[in-house]
């Protein structure tokens, strides 16, 4: 069986597991192997940038740069009066400092911000973003958002997708991590809302403008396809490249799953996320998958939208068939690599879904007469 990681994390309904579920989520039958994501239902504008769109760099109080930095787009600076390193940086637009054209560029970054961190609706996410896969749509942490490895971002064949991402507090990416865009997607169409500072770890790779309210700091080596655009902090930039996006032409033009336009009504998608009780098994799935062992029992869980039934099996064995809420099974697990399959059929047209969590379970603990555990 070939799976497809196209995952999706979701905010459940139920308010008994809202707070913190992980899960492993599958929309309209593509399969899930491993960590969270999410496909969006409604499709959304771009964020607009007004002036601030011409600009590659911006920041309210200093722009500072050290090495040979290359910005492609203009760099700006207001309230603030201090730009350095530039030479040995090379700007392929114009400077602006603290004047009119900087300061009204700030002024539609604090729109297009504000416009950002209102957009709805939201899909929970927290923590790291790495090995995920995304559609468009809008997804939101309440406290900081990370990212180690490589984060994709699928915009489905439509040029047109937008994907903002609203981090409560930071936005930080380890060294060598990299955003993906798959599928027609484009780094003008990724929005960065984070509400304090932004870093970009050494070398990494990234797409999208990044909208902070307060500094953002570049380090070495780091390509930005998109923006640098800080509210009120500064931008510290280490031998970095960046290049303001510009969208290209084109798009499927034809609604879609949750797509805008036309006159009829959307028609409703059924969804299928596959999480674990406790979800230590399903965070600690994502993180290492089978190179760490899973310790105990534990259930499995689909929540989703539109559910008919769902039958679970391991290794071919069914473990349990459910047709109504909670859609629940528990995994007795040997010691070895396992794979948990959910088998997803939905009350609508949505095709149905298989998704999958393959993890490897510890060796059962052994109690001898003696009362030694081994």
């Given at each position: 069986?070939?799976?497809?990681?196209?995952?999706?994390?979701?905010?459940?309904?139920?308010?008994?597991?809202?707070?913190?579920?992980?899960?492993l989520v599958v929309v309209?039958?593509?399969?899930?192997?491993?960590?969270?994501?999410?496909?969006?239902?409604?499709?959304?504008a771009p964020v607009g940038?007004?002036?601030?769109?011409?600009?590659?760099?911006?920041?309210?109080?200093?722009?500072?740069?050290?090495?040979?930095?290359?910005?492609?787009?203009?760099?700006?600076?207001?309230?603030?009066?201090?730009?350095?390193?530039?030479?040995?940086?090379?700007?392929?637009?114009?400077?602006?400092?603290?004047?009119?054209?900087?300061?009204?560029?700030?002024?539609?970054?604090?729109?297009?911000?504000?416009?950002?961190?209102?957009?709805?609706?939201?899909?929970?996410?927290?923590?790291?973003?790495?090995?995920?896969?995304?559609?468009?749509?809008?997804?939101?942490?309440?406290?900081?958002?990370?990212?180690?490895?490589?984060?994709?971002?699928?915009?489905?064949?439509?040029?047109?997708?937008?994907?903002?991402?609203?981090?409560?507090?930071?936005?930080?990416?380890?060294?060598?991590?990299?955003?993906?865009?798959?599928?027609?997607?484009?780094?003008?169409?990724?929005?960065?809302?984070?509400?304090?500072?932004?870093?970009?770890?050494?070398?990494?790779?990234?797409?999208?403008?990044?909208?902070?309210?307060?500094?953002?700091?570049?380090?070495?080596?780091?390509?930005?396809?998109?923006?640098?655009?800080?509210?009120?902090?500064?931008?510290?930039?280490?031998?970095d490249t960046i290049t303001?996006?510009?969208?290209?032409?084109?798009?499927?033009?034809?609604?879609?799953?949750?797509?805008?336009?036309?006159?009829?009504?959307?028609?409703?998608?059924?969804?299928?996320?596959?999480?674990?009780?406790?979800?230590?098994?399903?965070?600690?799935?994502?993180?290492?998958?089978?190179?760490?062992?899973?310790?105990?029992?534990?259930?499995?869980?689909?929540?989703?939208?539109?559910?008919?039934?769902?039958?679970?099996?391991?290794?071919?064995?069914?473990?349990?068939?459910?047709?109504?809420?909670?859609?629940?099974?528990?995994?007795?697990?040997?010691?070895?690599?396992?794979?948990?399959?959910?088998?997803?059929?939905?009350?609508?047209?949505?095709?149905?879904?298989?998704?999958?969590?393959?993890?490897?379970?510890?060796?059962?603990?052994?109690?001898?007469?003696?009362?030694?555990?081994?």
């Amino acid at each position: 069986m070939v799976f497809k990681a196209r995952n999706s994390l979701r905010s459940s309904s139920d308010s008994r597991h809202r707070a913190r579920k992980v899960g492993l989520v599958v929309v309209a039958g593509a399969a899930v192997l491993a960590l969270p994501v999410v496909a969006a239902l409604a499709a959304q504008a771009p964020v607009g940038l007004g002036t601030a769109d011409s600009f590659a760099v911006l920041a309210g109080s200093t722009v500072t740069n050290t090495g040979a930095s290359t910005i492609n787009g203009d760099l700006g600076l207001s309230p603030g009066t201090a730009v350095t390193g530039f030479p040995p940086g090379n700007v392929n637009g114009t400077i602006h400092t603290a004047d009119g054209v900087a300061g009204s560029a700030q002024s539609d970054l604090t729109v297009a911000y504000v416009d950002a961190a209102g957009r709805t609706p939201p899909l929970a996410v927290s923590g790291d973003l790495g090995g995920l896969t995304v559609t468009g749509g809008v997804y939101k942490s309440k406290s900081s958002l990370g990212l180690t490895g490589v984060l994709t971002l699928d915009a489905q064949g439509d040029r047109n997708t937008v994907f903002v991402f609203q981090a409560g507090s930071t936005l930080t990416t380890a060294s060598g991590s990299r955003v993906r865009l798959i599928n027609g997607a484009q780094a003008c169409n990724v929005y960065w809302q984070v509400g304090s500072s932004a870093t970009l770890g050494t070398t990494t790779a990234f797409a999208g403008n990044i909208l902070a309210l307060t500094s953002i700091s570049v380090n070495r080596g780091v390509v930005l396809a998109g923006r640098a655009l800080a509210r009120n902090g500064a931008v510290t930039l280490i031998d970095d490249t960046i290049t303001a996006a510009r969208c290209a032409p084109g798009g499927t033009g034809g609604g879609g799953t949750g797509g805008g336009g036309g006159t009829g009504s959307a028609r409703p998608t059924g969804t299928a996320v596959l999480t674990t009780i406790p979800t230590r098994v399903a965070q600690q799935v994502a993180r290492f998958g089978t190179s760490v062992c899973v310790a105990g029992d534990f259930r499995v869980e689909v929540r989703g939208l539109l559910i008919r039934r769902v039958v679970f099996s391991v290794g071919g064995r069914v473990i349990g068939r459910r047709s109504r809420a909670p859609f629940t099974a528990l995994v007795k697990p040997t010691a070895g690599i396992h794979t948990v399959v959910a088998r997803v059929t939905f009350t609508n047209g949505t095709p149905a879904a298989t998704l999958a969590l393959r993890f490897r379970a510890c060796a059962r603990a052994v109690v001898s007469p003696s009362g030694f555990t081994g």
